[in-house]
């Protein structure tokens, strides 16, 4: 079959020169955000400079950079504390997720009565729950990860059951003529097409999920950013809870990009180059 | 000798809709082992639901399918169809495509992947075992789907329109590779199509469905020999077969 023989080059040719290029555009892409930053920094810094506003009712950037350098080990310390309390949260929300989805995806008769209960328990004001929780699990970590999970379990759950149901029908009826059994269909199809809406599910997630440390910490707790927040308001140490502020940013944005790196990891075929090979 | 694939009465009404649909009205067929038979007939006459019945995806309503004599109606019996689309799935590389099929037939990894191996010269695809779907050409993936269908072990191949999607030139070449793939690997095909050409050129019998809900209304016998090269398609007894299924299509 000589005649079919292709001239094909590597799977990804040209991929170090594409990988730069995108990094330029990526680059070029965020500038004008930078600079808009940049710039509300700087009127900020000049407004407090000019008005002479108060410190303790507003900062001024400098100050806020200057608090969160020599806060720095304090920070590092209490969001460790906080990150324990998202990351344990989000591993629970993960498993409940999980098993909730494939129960719904296996029984459409769960799925019924569960799928309403699933929207409706999103309406509770889980922040304004965050008390109760409190007096039922303590000022341990345990009702931090209560709060946190209860956070991230929606569009882990949603995302999850929206991607089981659109696994392609034909494909599983391919998959049955070969006569497939439930593990080979589960891990050749239904988890590689569930696992886009997957991450987007776990994105969202993952942001919530520091968020709702830092609530549940306010309510109480005894380490954590936001038992730093509250004892820097308390002190009048305004310029400190801004450093906290920015800690809880970052710490977000961390998790955000390592949920895109896990992404990049696990779905190798979305990166292959597309270098249609032609014919002869 | 007894049929591989015997289709007997088969009636199938769709209901999802808002009245049901009858799409199949007592229809029979039978595909001889080693034989090569095409379904011809017009759009949305039920062929690809004929199909999915013969593979035991859809109960018809009526009527029941014989597999080497046993009957499997409405049970999927280890068959290797192809569906319309390619259906390779874009996470996997060709080579983890092709093995499905050894795999879940409980075949070790690495045996169903050298196996993969040792087939992939034969359908020109040696050099792109770890390309994903997805970088290959039209006909680079309908020589995938094909090689996943026939590494499913079975002697019946059920193709449902395999080269639709490509090319003309394409489309020549891939017939005369699937003759040449069918005449080594001796399986039992049924063959959907929309081309009287193609159909007329790759079988041993073509069967003329008719619009909805579809019946056989030709079962034609072509005795041209094998093997075929294109030349065959200027012979007067092909343009015979040709004028004669034209016909039955205008009927
Ligand atoms: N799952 C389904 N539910 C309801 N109606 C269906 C379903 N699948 C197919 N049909 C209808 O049944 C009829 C026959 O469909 P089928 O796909 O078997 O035709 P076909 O001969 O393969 O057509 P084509 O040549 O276009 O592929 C069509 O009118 C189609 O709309
Ligand atoms: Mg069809």
Redesign the pocket.
């Known amino acids: 079959m000589k005649r079919w023989a292709n001239t094909g080059t590597g799977p990804n040719p040209a991929a170090g020169e594409r990988q730069q290029g995108r990094r330029g555009a990526a680059i070029r892409r965020n500038l004008p955000t930078a600079g808009l930053l940049l710039l509300l920094v700087a009127c900020w810094e000049l407004a407090c400079r000019i008005f002479e506003i108060p410190p303790q009712q507003l900062p001024a950037p400098s100050a806020i950079g200057r608090a969160f350098f020599e806060n720095f080990t304090i920070l590092a310390v209490q969001a460790r504390a906080s990150l324990a309390a998202a990351g344990a949260g989000l591993l629970m929300a993960l498993l409940l997720a999980v098993l909730l989805a494939v129960a719904m995806d296996r029984s459409p008769l769960i799925k019924r009565f569960l799928y309403p209960l699933l929207v409706i328990s999103q309406t509770v004001p889980i922040y304004a729950l965050a008390p109760l929780f409190l007096i039922w699990f303590g000022l341990g970590l345990f009702s931090k990860v209560v709060i946190v999970s209860l956070v991230c379990f929606f569009p882990l759950a949603v995302n999850l059951v929206e991607g089981l149901e659109q696994v392609d029908p034909e494909a599983l009826e391919l998959l049955r003529t070969m006569q497939a059994g439930p593990w080979l269909v589960f891990r050749s199809l239904q988890l590689p097409s569930v696992l886009p809406y997957f991450f987007s599910g776990l994105k969202i997630a993952v942001t919530y999920s520091v968020i709702g440390a830092v609530i549940g910490e306010w309510i109480g707790a005894r380490a954590g950013l936001g038992v730093f927040m509250l004892r820097s308001l308390h002190a009048f140490k305004t310029a400190q809870v801004f450093a906290a502020i920015i800690a809880v940013v970052l710490l977000s944005l961390l998790l955000f990009k390592l949920t895109e790196l896990l992404a990049w990891l696990a779905m190798p075929w979305n990166r292959a180059g597309r270098n249609n090979i032609e014919e002869e | 000798m007894k049929p591989k694939l015997l289709l007997e009465n088969i009636s199938a009404t ?1 209901t ?2 808002a009245e049901p ?1 009858p ?1 199949i009205d007592a229809l029979s067929l039978h595909v001889a082992p080693g034989e090569f038979v095409s379904l011809l ?1 017009p ?7 004929l199909l999915k019945i013969a593979a035991g995806l859809i109960r018809p309503e009526r009527g029941r399918v014989f597999l080497d004599g046993r009957e499997v109606t409405g049970r999927p019996a280890r068959v290797g169809y192809m569906p ?1 689309q390619d259906l390779l799935f874009p996470w996997k590389t060709l080579l983890q495509n092709a093995a499905l099929p050894l795999l879940a037939a409980g075949v070790p990894r690495e045996a169903a992947y050298s196996r993969v191996m040792e087939m992939l010269p034969v359908f020109g695809l040696e050099r792109f075992a770890h390309y994903y779907p997805n970088q290959l050409s039209g006909g680079m993936r309908q020589r995938a789907a094909l090689l996943r269908t026939i590494l499913v072990e079975s002697g019946l191949l059920l193709l449902d ?1 395999p080269f639709a999607a490509l090319d003309a030139l394409t489309r020549d070449k891939m017939r005369d590779w699937l003759l040449a793939i069918w005449e080594q690997f001796k399986r039992s095909v049924l063959f959907v199509t ?1 081309s009287i050409d193609e159909a007329i050129y790759l079988s041993d019998r073509v069967c003329m469905i008719s619009a ?1 809900p579809g019946r056989i209304i030709l079962d034609q016998p072509i005795t041209l020999p094998r093997p075929r090269t294109r030349q065959i398609t200027n012979e007067p007894l092909f343009l015979e077969y040709k004028q004669k299924l034209f016909a039955s299509l205008e009927e």
Request: aromatic share 6%; charged share 20%.
């Open positions: 769709y999802a809709g649909l799409v007939g759009s949305g006459s039920g062929k690809s639901t319309q329109e929309h909805r």
